[in-house]
């Protein structure tokens, strides 16, 4: 009752689904919908400060204990429409509690993983069975990573062994020559450098 007159705000058809916001409920057993920007239409919200305790705000299941299977996040561009996207958990050892994590996206190539992130914590793009903690693997891309920034432009390799240093590879452009750069970070000592333009290189000199 909006203080004028009675409108329906909860549908229960005879399968047994619910409406709200809709008084024909899709083919899901609870179907959400609102046309107002500002509130959303599902808020979920709890006090806990520790993600090892207390109860989840939110609990996805499969109960069916074969290995491989998946509990999922499904995303689409309309109501009853096909997935665009998605968010999977894949259970790969139910007496364990184990399991996958994978992001699905639907490109021009097809619907597949994009990025997967096994149990241990290795990160794959590409594969689905990352051997190192980041893998990325790809067909025909000659550069499959880039690294973009405004200044100069690298990547860290620190080792916390006794005695190790952090040594820095990057691109770095000296007035306006672009260069390829060894570096000593601990030490903020220039190692190596590559004029790319007049392909000179200087050791332990700009």
């Not at 808020?43 to 400060?49: G, I, L, M, P, R």
């Not at 561009?77 to 699905?104: E, M, P, R």
């Not at 994009?114 to 914590?121: A, C, K, P, S, V």
Request: net charge neutral.
């Amino acid at each position: 009752n909006s203080g004028q007159s009675l409108a329906q705000r909860v549908v229960i058809n005879k399968d047994g689904k619910v409406g709200i916001g809709t008084i024909a409920p899709g083919s899901v057993q609870l179907d959400v919908r609102s046309t107002t920007v500002s509130g959303g239409s599902f808020d979920v919200q709890d006090s806990y400060t520790s993600i090892t305790s207390g109860a989840s705000s939110l609990w996805l299941s499969n109960s069916n204990q074969t290995a491989g299977n998946y509990i999922r996040i499904n995303f689409a561009d309309a109501v009853g429409g096909s997935s665009t996207a998605l968010i999977a958990a894949k259970c790969t050892n139910h007496a364990s509690n184990y399991g996958d994590l994978q992001f699905w996206t639907r490109g021009s190539s097809g619907y597949g993983i994009r990025l997967h992130i096994d149990q241990e914590g290795s990160v794959g793009i590409g594969t689905t069975a990352p051997a190192v903690k980041l893998h990325v693997k790809t067909t025909g891309e000659t550069n499959p990573i880039r690294i973009e920034s405004d200044a100069n432009c690298g990547i860290s390799l620190d080792t916390t062994q006794a005695n190790g240093d952090e040594l820095v590879i990057r691109n770095i452009v000296n007035g306006t020559t672009p260069m390829f750069q060894w570096r000593n970070q601990d030490t903020s000592t220039n190692l190596m450098q590559l004029d790319a333009i007049n392909v000179r290189l200087g050791i332990g000199t700009v």
